[in-house]
């Protein structure tokens, strides 16, 4: 069994236009976990991704827009 990720903040990253606007989709997410901030990619496979999808579903995360 994999112990839980302390997540305390998640926030998406989406690229930025010229004038530093975001633009486009969201791209990755930024997330402190267990205290260290991590860039983490939108992939099912990757393991931080997953948890903060558990954590969100669970209603005990909420990801802030870019």
Sequence with gaps: MM???NITSARY???YDE???PVGD???IWA???GHLL???LDP???HYAEILRQV???VLTIQEA
Excluded: C, H, L, W
Aim: net charge negative; charged share 30%.
């Design 13 to 15: 990253i989406k690229d």
């Design 19 to 21: 004038n530093f606007t």
């Design 39 to 41: 860039q983490v990619p």
């Design 57 to 59: 579903e669970a209603g």
């Design 45 to 47: 496979a990757n393991r």
């Design 32 to 34: 402190t976990i267990d």
């Design 3 to 5: 112990d839980q990720m």
């Design 26 to 28: 969201n791209k990755a």
